[in-house]
């Protein structure tokens, strides 16, 4: 079993940043791929930016400009750099990953439990 445990949030004054991280821990596991959402209250949940095992990253256009997905060398860790934030930018960030099981051979979804980010004066 893969668990995915978030750290980095908390509240920050318009124009701070802020780094999120994802640590992706179990036993034979591979990851194929890694995401960041967020969903603020009332609202859907909203693709962020993501990373794929070939090192391509995308971005919502709300956040292009602002926040950089990078990734650990060991792979295990997913990072969402923040900066620039706005109080629009508030909202719980969720880290998703794509995750082979050598023992199993298949690829299932896995989230963590997600990360408060509020950014007011």
């Known amino acids: 079993q893969v668990q995915l445990v978030e750290s980095g949030g908390g509240l920050v004054q318009p124009g701070g940043s802020l780094r999120l991280s994802c640590a992706a821990s179990g036993r034979l596991f591979s990851i194929n791929a890694m995401a960041w959402y967020r969903q603020a209250p009332g609202k859907e949940r909203e693709l962020v930016a993501r990373?794929?095992?070939?090192?391509?990253?995308a971005y919502a256009d709300s956040v292009k400009a602002r926040f950089t997905i990078s990734r650990h060398n060991d792979k295990n860790t997913v990072y969402l750099q923040m900066n620039s934030l706005k109080p629009e930018d508030t909202a719980v960030y969720y880290c998703n990953a794509g995750i082979y099981s050598v023992i199993t051979y298949s690829t299932n979804d896995y989230w963590g439990q997600g990360t408060q980010v509020t950014v007011s004066s």
């Open positions: 990373f794929t095992r070939d090192g391509r990253a």
